[in-house]
């Protein structure tokens, strides 16, 4: 912040106080467009398309402001991309003590004395919304492939500087902000600080100004993939596969080094089974990747470039990126395997060595034991993590498996206080997070668990049906929230796109009755219906991807194009309808002409998952 003058009252942190290795990154956020900006700072909330729209029917123009958010709620792609939209030349963005410091701010309150985030704790991370590399995009990024020309690339990246700062740093700069108050529901929790909207300096800071330098640069950078294969003795040419991301933001103990930990224990514990004569039935894949943190560089790369192989070959993958921030199972997956979840939590240890760690499950959900517990797992996966490529492109089933924190607890806390910064060190693991590694304990057993469900079984273990519960339990939420209404007042018909729903259950059903019928005992009976179950998720890719968005095939379960974190079940639509009433009346109707069209595909789509279910008479 400097005056008229030119003199300069504060300044920002560039690392964290207290981190002293001299070769610790600075805080930044990959793909920031690079170039110094000033003008009036205006507090966004979140950053959501909905927070921007907020601001904009308040009267507030956003027109060379630069703007800050909190981090939550919205991936910080969305973030920067939702700022340069609505007019901002730069964008901060911090962590809130709401999120990150939720039992106070002192220093006996946070990190080293608690799991709780320091003021200078500043979130890392990429801000681009296109996965891979942004040279090659769709195409691996192999020697000697076409690459695209920067002014190219420049049009898929942030527009505008993005910069991390911590609490302590936010503080000095709300705190000299005028304006209106902002709503109750956009208040942080910096101690004493009434948040408001700005546009403007206050009374005593009016000759001020907000000036942002980012100095990051392009480089081009080798980052490899290591891969380790166990080949299947009955069916080589089936790849179940578990990976992690062994890149980080810093010291990386938590992201993605929990994780990495548990996918070496692992891959030692089926070494030392294949010394006793064991091999899995089908191939163990353990793949570890870099450049994650660069938006998912090495699984994108490696799935572009192996993809005709996955999409015929691919069973599943298994994603482990935060393997531990906390004891309590934040289970994802695919409809098709959420199930597993159960039945695999039964055979692992608890974390606090009390029966399995499906009993300390039911306890922490306070159920009895004489009572049935069947987990809530997320069975829209969002694409922050390795796992994204694999389901929304080629179509292959996946887990995510994270051990997180208290959420019932704390339910406004973000992912974990550390995440990216500076202070996510070996102590915060060692003395405060899991100091028995019990719950790292708890996530190998169980990546393995679920793994060997998958490689080691006669007949995969998928149950097609939950489809038919996730369409049409997302049919009937689109009913109640007057969704389809809008669709039919728009001259969109969508009853034969319900009527295909419908005639899902009894498809599958039916295909359900015939399997089970069928001898077993023969090889070639298991592999026929391996080969249905296994492809079955494929059925669900448009080959052009959702509107407007090439790397998201999956028709069904997708990110929102407005949160990357986040998934959805039919997310085409939603995508489509936003923001359709504030259209043109051309953009308009060209954008009914998409809803049309993808209402037909959706249509297709369910209709054509039904006929691939269908019997074959002579087995």
């Known amino acids: 912040i400097t005056k008229s003058t030119g003199e300069e009252i504060f300044q920002s942190h560039y690392k964290e106080e207290g981190v002293d290795n001299p070769n610790f990154v600075y805080a930044f956020n990959a793909y920031a467009k690079a170039g110094n900006v000033s003008g ?8 959501s398309i909905e927070d921007f729209q907020q601001l904009s029917d308040m009267g507030m123009n956003l027109d060379g ?31 809130d003590p709401k999120e990150v410091a939720c039992e106070g701010v ?4 946070v990190y080293p004395n608690s799991y709780w985030l320091p003021g200078t704790g500043m979130q890392r991370g990429s801000l681009a919304l296109i996965d891979g590399d942004p040279l090659t995009p769709y195409w691996p990024s192999v020697e000697n492939a076409y690459q695209l020309p920067e002014e190219e690339v420049n049009k898929l990246l942030p527009q505008i500087p993005v910069q991390p700062i911590g609490y302590a740093d936010a503080e000095q700069i ?15 929790e910096i101690p004493g600080l009434i948040y408001r909207i700005g546009g403007e300096f206050d009374i005593e800071h009016n000759d001020c100004m907000l000036e942002m330098s980012v100095n990051n640069r392009k480089e081009k950078r080798e980052s490899k993939n290591v891969i380790g294969i166990v080949y299947g003795s009955e069916e080589p040419d089936r790849y179940v596969m578990l990976g992690n991301h062994r890149d980080a933001w810093g010291f990386g103990t938590v992201d993605p080094s929990s994780g990495t930990a548990q996918l070496i224990e692992v891959a030692r514990v089926v070494g030392e089974k294949m010394k006793l004569g064991w091999r899995p039935k089908r191939t163990l894949m353990f793949l570890s990747w870099g450049a994650e943190e660069f938006s998912l560089c090495g699984s994108r790369e490696f799935v572009e ?97 994270m051990f997180g924190p208290d959420r019932k ?71 109640a929230n007057g969704l389809i209404e809008k669709l039919t007042e728009l001259g969109i018909d969508t009853q034969y796109f319900h009527q295909a ?57 997708a990110p929102s194009q407005f949160d990357a974190y986040g998934g959805s079940a039919f997310p085409g639509l939603g995508d489509l309808m936003h923001g359709i009433d504030d259209l043109s009346a051309q953009d308009r109707s060209e954008q009914i002409e998409k809803l049309k069209k993808h209402v037909s595909d959706l249509m297709i789509l369910v209709d054509r998952a039904a006929k691939y279910l269908q019997p074959f008479p002579t087995l």
């Not at 009036?40 to 950053?47: E, L, Q």
């Not at 030349?89 to 911090?94: H, N, T, V």
């Not at 391996?530 to 052009?544: A, K, P, V």
Request: net charge negative; glycine share 8%; hydrophobic share 40%.
């Open 40 to 47: 009036m700072p205006v507090y966004v909330n979140f950053g």
């Open 65 to 95: 402001k630069v703007c800050l958010a909190r981090y939550g709620k919205v991936f910080r792609g969305n973030k920067a991309d939702n700022a340069a939209k609505f007019g901002c030349i730069g964008l901060i963005i911090f962590s």
């Open 106 to 109: 002192e220093a006996s309150q």
């Open 174 to 188: 709300l705190s000299r902000m005028g304006g209106w108050i902002a709503p109750n529901d956009w208040q942080g």
């Open 305 to 401: 470039e192996f993809q005709v192989q996955l999409e015929d070959r691919g069973v599943a993958y298994l994603n482990t990126d935060v393997c531990m921030s906390g004891k309590y199972l934040e289970p994802a997956a695919t409809p098709t395997m959420a199930h597993l979840f159960r039945s695999a939590t039964q055979d692992i240890w608890s974390p606090d060595d009390d029966g399995s760690y499906y009993d300390f499950w039911k306890r922490y959900e306070n159920v009895s034991d004489a009572e049935d517990f069947e987990p809530e797992v997320n069975m829209s996966p969002g694409a922050g993590s390795d796992h994204a490529t694999f389901i929304y492109l080629t179509g292959i089933p996946i887990f995510d498996i």
């Open 409 to 479: 607890k704390y339910p406004n806390m973000g992912i974990y206080p550390a995440y990216h910064t500076g202070y996510e060190t070996f102590q915060l693991v060692d003395e405060i997070y899991d100091p028995e590694f019990k719950t790292f304990r708890a996530c190998s057993q169980l990546n393995l668990r679920l793994g060997l469900d998958l490689a080691d079984t006669d007949i995969l273990p998928l149950k097609i049906e939950k489809y038919a519960d996730v369409m049409e339990k997302a049919f009937t939420e689109m009913e």
């Open 501 to 557: 729903i419908l005639n899902f259950r009894p498809a599958v059903t039916a295909w359900r009755e015939y399997i089970n019928a069928l001898d077993i005992s023969n090889s070639l009976v298991r592999r026929t219906i391996n080969d249905q179950i296994r492809g079955f998720e494929g059925t669900f890719l448009l080959y052009g991807g959702l509107p407007d968005r090439m790397q998201y095939r999956h028709a069904i379960i």
